[in-house]
Nanobody, 116 residues
Framework: QVQLVESGGGLVQPGGSLRLSCENS????????MGWHRQAPGKQRELVAE???????NYAPFVKGRVAISRDDAKNTVDLEVNNLKPGDTAVYYC??????????WGQGTQVTVSS
């Protein structure tokens, strides 16, 4: 059973930064994409950033320039660094992994609250 465990969420002041980390208990081989989505109250889950095998990255327009995603194959982790946080970034952030086989898994989510 693949488990994704997120960490690093919390309460941050506007303009602050944080780093989310996700550890994948499954295999690091044959991964097609790893990334992060988020879901704010009353809204649909949306892509924040993802990193595709080969190293190509995709970022949502609302975070471009403020976010960096990175993957460590040795540790089987994917991290998301978010800078210049805004109240609109408040959401539950979910890590996910999709394998080339088509299997996909989600973490339980970590709450990020941006407030003064």
């Amino acid at each position: 059973q693949v488990q994704l465990v997120e960490s690093g969420g919390g309460l941050v002041q506007p303009g602050g930064s944080l780093r989310l980390s996700c550890e994948n208990s499954g295999s690091s081989a044959n991964i097609h994409v790893m990334g992060w989505h988020r879901q704010a109250p009353g809204k649909q889950r949306e892509l924040v950033a993802e990193i595709i095998s080969g190293g190509r990255t995709n970022y949502a327009p609302f975070v471009k320039g403020r976010v960096a995603i990175s993957r460590d194959d040795a540790k089987n982790t994917v991290d998301l660094e978010v800078n210049n946080l805004k109240p609109g970034d408040t959401a539950v952030y979910y890590c996910y992994v999709a394998y080339r086989s088509g299997a996909a898994y989600w973490g339980q989510g970590t709450q990020v609250t941006v407030s003064s």
